[in-house]
């Protein structure tokens, strides 16, 4: 088992990870479905949840794989923070886009866009801190502009 495993006890949060891909300034996010087991209707990044035995990377990569059919390598862990009912630690990753074109390949995802910045400030419905720490995690960093 490695550090980035996540065993999960009796009661506590079950962990997911959220993939922040970037092309061309511009960055990944889906609209859930509501087939999603939460979050339905809302615009988030690729997300999902750690199943056992898997790292972190290995889940991200998974996911990102299952629901948009890109490959992509996991880069850094950015963020982390629990979802606003605390039955989730949402494990935010940076990722390298290696391969494919992003499509819907999930019946868990309604739509998929490519956002700039300004377009996603002006998404909706979104969560807050997910908006927030994509921005920060974006190349050039700054939630400003």
């Not at 997300?47 to 490959?71: D, I, K, N, Q, Y």
């Not at 940076?94 to 998929?112: K, N, Q, W």
């Not at 490519?114 to 801190?129: G, I, K, Q, Y």
């Amino acid at each position: 088992m490695t550090s980035e495993t996540t065993p999960e006890a009796a009661g506590a949060p079950r962990h997911a990870v959220v993939a922040i891909i970037e092309r061309d300034a511009r960055v990944l996010f889906v609209q859930r479905s509501s087939a999603a087991r939460a979050a339905a209707g809302y615009w988030t990044p690729v997300s999902g949840g750690v199943e056992a035995g898997e790292t972190e990377r290995e889940a991200l990569e998974r996911e990102v794989r299952e629901e948009v059919a890109l490959e992509v390598a996991a880069e850094a862990k950015v963020a982390t923070i629990p979802t606003h009912d605390r039955r989730y630690l949402l494990h935010f990753w940076t990722c390298r886009l290696i391969a494919g074109e992003a499509r819907v390949a999930s019946d868990e995802v309604s739509d998929l866009r490519w956002l700039s910045r300004d377009e996603l400030r002006a998404l909706a419905p979104v969560f807050d801190e997910d908006v927030r720490i994509v921005l920060a995690a974006m190349r050039g960093g700054s939630t400003d502009g």
